[in-house]
Structures are given as C-alpha cells and as structure tokens.
C-alpha cells in the first residue's frame, strides 16, 4: 500500500476513535478532535490541513542567551515564519503561529491553541542552551515520561521551567472503556509524532549539522496533547559559539526552515524529501558546517 495510502487509513481509523471517544467521554475536548478526525476522513485530497508552529519562549522569558547577547525567543520567531512563508506556498496547509510577536505565551495555551485549531500537526520551535557545551546540532523531540538520555532530561526540565502545567486532566475519568479508547488515539498520535520526527532528521541529513543521536524524547510539557501529533525541534544551541554563529546568519535560518517544511510537507504527502516540487518551494540549501 502506497505510504500517502498508509497515512489516509491512520486518519480514517483515529475518527473512528474519536467518534466512540465522543460518545464515551461527551467533553468538548474530544468532540472537537472527533470533528477534526472525521472531516480529515471524508475531505478531498486537497484539504487544507492545520498546521500549528510554537516559537518557543517570549516576551519576559527571553530562553537561551548566547555569548553575543542572541536571544532563543527572537531566533525561533524569526525561524517559525519562514516556515510558515515556505509553507502558504502550498494550498493544502493553514499555517498558524502559537504567537506572532514578542509575548510570552504559557506551555499549556501552546497546545490547547493547537487542539482548539483542531491542528492536523504541531511543531514547538527552540534553539536553547545545552549543559555540554561542547555538543551541538539540531535535534528532535517526542514526548515521553522517561527521558532517553540525560540531555533530553535537561532540556525538557529548562522548557518545562517557563510554566508550571499538569497537562491534560484525566483525574475521575477511570480505567473504563474510555480510558481504553483514548489510549488507542494516544497511540496513534505516538505514531504520528515518531514519523515527523523521523521524518525532519532525514530532511536534515546533509543540509544541516545533525546533533548526535538527532532523535530523542522526554517530558515536554509543551508536547502533552493527546490528540495531535507533535514535536520539539532544537535548531541548535546558543551556548555553543558555532551553532550561535550560524543562528545569527539570516541564510542558515531560511535553510532551517527549509528543513522543516519539506518535512511538514512530505508527513502529509508521503513525496520523496528530495523531490524536485520539494526542492522548487523550499529552496535547494544543502551544505552545512
């Protein structure tokens, strides 16, 4: 089966959960995902879908502060609206931003902002600061509670550090048949979530210093919707002199973004990552130091 084929019937089977999830839980929460899964189900193949970025920090929470006085804030919202130009080129996507200016915005607004949207992806944009120094690169992020390594466990413990949330409230609601369903609709979203990130390494691979091991996770408050597949994604990291370096440069933000909206565009498309549509709107930047 073709891969967009694939992609189709993950759509169709997470509205059918959705729909008994409506039914078993009756919250609006879920009724707006059960919306959102069954118009993905029945809409033309040129639907537009809702795509959310989350430029991290903001306002008063200024994030990483390099050497050179670069603030993390001002780079990634610089960073999330060259995706967003890169990606309005394509009809299929409404692109929206968690905040299109210097505010600050809590982690818990971030994602329900995406779930109230009725977000199809979301994709929290930082280049923060990195205990080991000497490491850099950009790396990828999914939710989980054990962290894979201590790297991911720090950064999550700085971004978690903006806000103090609990997430998403399940208190009350048992392990009934709901709490059955609504793990199935939590597993689909893993899944969702591990293929964009898997899917932004590659579309990095040989046009953007990679960290070592590109792929982790941890417990990224920002990332706690159950419903919307979602990473975090570490351009790089101010505390490190290069990585700093190249941030400041307007050319290595637009290749970054580039990076990530041929990723965007090919989780919804299944088209190759080099392919020539992709390298037309997304511009041909390969090299990287």
Not at 61 to 82: F, H, N, P, Q, W
Not at 113 to 138: E, K, T, Y
Not at 203 to 221: I, M
Request: include cysteine; glycine fraction near 8%.
């Amino acid at each position: 089966m073709p891969e967009f084929c694939k992609n189709r019937a993950r759509v169709q089977l997470g509205g059918a959960l959705a729909g008994m999830l409506v039914a078993a839980l009756a919250t609006p929460a879920m009724s707006q995902e059960a919306a959102r899964r069954s118009a993905a189900a029945d809409a033309p193949d040129r639907q537009r879908w809702t795509v959310v970025l989350d430029p991290g920090h903001g306002g008063i929470d200024k994030g990483a502060v390099g050497s050179t006085g670069l603030e993390e804030k001002a780079v990634v919202l610089s960073i999330a609206r060259v995706v967003r130009r890169f990606l309005v080129r394509d009809s299929r996507f409404r692109i929206l931003l968690t905040r299109n200016g210097d505010r600050y915005v809590r982690l818990q607004e971030r994602y329900e902002f995406a779930r109230r949207h009725r977000a199809a992806l979301f994709v929290s944009i930082h280049a923060d600061a990195n205990p080991f120094v000497g490491q850099r690169g950009l790396s990828v992020h999914t939710l989980s509670a054990r962290a894979s390594d201590r790297l991911a466990a720090r950064l999550a413990e700085r971004v978690n550090r903006s806000d103090a949330i609990a997430g998403v409230d399940l208190r009350g609601s048992g392990r009934s048949v709901s709490a059955i369903l609504l793990d199935l609709v939590r597993r689909e979203t893993r899944a969702g979530s591990a293929r964009i990130s898997s899917l932004i390494v590659r579309s990095a691979r040989d046009r953007v210093r990679l960290l070592s091991k590109p792929q982790r996770s941890a417990d990224f408050a920002v990332l706690r919707a159950p419903d919307v597949p979602s990473v975090l994604v570490e351009l790089g990291f101010l505390t490190n002199a290069q990585d700093e370096e190249l941030l400041r440069t307007m050319t290595y933000r637009k290749r970054l973004a580039a990076v990530l909206a041929r990723a965007i565009a090919q989780y919804f498309s299944g088209a190759p990552a080099a392919g020539k549509a992709g390298n037309r709107v997304f511009g041909a930047e390969n090299s990287r130091r």
